[in-house]
């Protein structure tokens, strides 16, 4: 298959090369290579609202830039490093490294779905999110969120984004890049931003079994997955938040699930300044869900089972408590979700893994060592 190779020592000399033959590459020892196929990859098709022909090349540039540490101070992170596509788009870690091994404040959110289920747009990528992105929310538009970790003096350190311009044009696989995808070879924190949105709005995850179920196949969960279905669902209603059911995969809102009695973390308070706001957090998305702990937002929880428990037994009186996490007394509920129980209502959240999603080679990262 032919492909387009992009050749890059870490010394910084870049040299530019197109081969018919993967295996006649040559790379000197201690290369890295951007390995991108000839015929750009289908992020978006023909039926996309807004759809033109560069929507796909952006979000190819997108993906190589997404994966690129060079959007770090120190070329060493990249947003791949903090959501990575084998586990969901998350990291596996209660809190992400990040510059010079800082460790973050909050664990590290899957950035698939970014839009719900609309896979049919394209212009509207840049306009507000109907959910909260971040776990306090304080940002609800997908292009502007691409700065905010770069900028962080903890993720990636780059305290000035119109320095990297400049520092990618150094880097030769840029330029056609930019070319192919704009026009013109001209690279600005624009277009940075414009196409790591188009490549993460693209990651969508819709291919699971139960995603077979809810089309009409009746025959693709099992019987210990529709008993977990049905807990979900119904006696314990989790579904009133995360919306499994609906066309949506995100809540709007944000609650206080009674973690702690005292807040450690004030939210979506320190984003709005108000005291009823104080421990309430964005309602993250299930799907994918086994695969992208650990949970909460200080990734306090390893398993899907430590999850439950918190609702059976340790839900605390905080200040704010959601009210459907409160009993008639006002006071926090103990659910008493039985071991049974939590083994069906972990089967269901099993079924909502994408794993083609986490396969695909367009969602993979393009930087290959040799």
Known sequence: MRKLIFV???????????????SNIQAPAGTTTVDLPAT????????????????????????????????SLNNAISCGSCHQQAMG???GKRFSTGYEGRLTGRNSQSIANLKGTDTTFYSDFLAATNFPLFWDGRENIVKNLINRPITNHVEMGIDDPSVLP?????????????????????ITTDRISECVAAFIVSIQAHNTKFDRYKAGDVTALNALETQGLNLFTTKYNCDNCHRVLT????????????????????????????????????????RNVALTGPYMHDGRFKT?????????????????LDILLKDGNDKARAMNISDQEK?????????????TMITDPKFSNPFKTK
Do not use: W
């Open 343 to 355: 083994q069906a209502l972990i089967a269901f959240l099993n079924t909502l893994t994408d794993y």
């Open 89 to 91: 788009f998350a990291d």
């Open 8 to 22: 890059a020592s870490i010394a910084g000399f870049i040299t530019f090369m197109i081969s018919c033959h993967k």
């Open 166 to 186: 400049a520092k990618l044009a150094s880097l030769s696989f840029y330029p056609p890049l930019f070319q192919k995808a704009y026009g013109d070879p001209n």
């Open 247 to 286: 066309s949506n995969y995100y809540s709007s809102g944000f609650v206080d699930i009674g973690l702690d009695e005292s807040y450690a973390d004030k939210g979506n308070g320190n984003v709005t300044g108000n005291s009823y706001d104080y421990g309430k957090f964005g309602i993250p998305s299930l």
């Open 40 to 71: 750009t990859a289908k992020y978006y098709n023909s039926t996309t609202e807004g759809y033109n022909p560069g929507i796909n090349d952006k979000a190819t540039l997108g993906r190589v830039l997404f994966y690129d540490g060079h959007l």
């Open 304 to 320: 899907l089972n430590d999850v439950l428990e918190h609702y059976s037994h340790n839900i605390q009186n905080s200040p704010n």
